[in-house]
């Protein structure tokens, strides 16, 4: 059965610093894929960075990346030189076959 | 482009009433679909998912059901609402590739907030 945890509720960030959000996983599945999604106040669900379980190098986006740690089963999202907008809710998943599986979610706040 | 439609966005419905949602996508053939709910606060729980037409999977039982009548089209529904029934219920689409072959990226709709009275 897959599970994510996110163990951070809520996080603070500076303007134009970075900020590190973390995400656990669970899977039985030998190939998976790990996500990240944004969910702004407004309700929609936004697609962000995507790692493949066999993929060799951390996933990058922009101002996203992936540090992904197989071993440690660990995923975390890091976004550098936060913005005001990337205050959000953000939510890590994982996917085996056909289902994807998300976590409680971290609320990020950022500060001007 | 792909495009993917969800309503109504807003509804209030008393305790014991029926329940239709419906999502349709747009510009994509055989897409999985999917119905996730969201209580306040909370993070997604996925509820049914569907790879082809009339094929449905639950994965939380409880007293609602989805249906696919056609291919890029998904209807969550009840017979009788529940109070626990209140949340923000998104409908999602993905291309019909396993994971890690292709990211099974999600493409949700904007959303539809039920709340039982």
């Known amino acids: 059965a897959q599970k994510i945890t996110q163990t951070q509720p809520g996080m603070f960030v500076q303007e134009k610093e970075a900020v590190t959000l973390d995400c656990t996983y669970d899977t039985s599945d030998p190939s998976y894929g790990l996500f990240w999604y944004k969910q702004p106040s407004s309700g929609e669900m936004i697609f962000l960075i995507y790692?493949?379980?066999?993929?060799?190098q951390n996933a990058t986006e922009g101002r996203y990346s992936l540090n992904f740690q197989k071993a440690r089963k660990s995923a975390n999202l890091v976004i550098s030189a936060s913005q005001l907008g990337d205050s959000a809710m953000y939510f890590c998943?994982?996917?085996?076959?056909?289902?994807?599986?998300f976590g409680a979610g971290t609320r990020l706040f950022v500060k001007a | 482009s792909q495009t993917i439609h969800q309503w109504p966005a807003t509804l209030v419905q008393p305790v014991g009433s029926p329940l239709s949602l419906e999502c349709t996508v747009e510009g994509t053939s055989n897409p999985n679909l999917y119905w996730y709910r969201q209580a306040a606060g909370r993070g997604l729980q996925l509820l049914f998912y569907s790879v082809g037409i009339g094929q449905i999977s639950s994965e939380v039982p409880q007293n609602l059901s989805a249906s696919r009548p056609q291919d890029r089209q998904f209807i969550l529904s009840s017979k009788k609402l529940l109070l626990s029934d209140s949340g923000f219920y998104l409908c999602a689409w993905s291309l019909t590739r396993t994971a890690p072959s292709g990211a099974n990226v999600l493409t949700f709709g904007a959303g539809s907030r039920l709340t039982v009275l």
């Open positions: 998943a994982n996917t085996g076959g056909f289902k994807t599986i």
């Open positions: 790692q493949g379980s066999y993929d060799q």
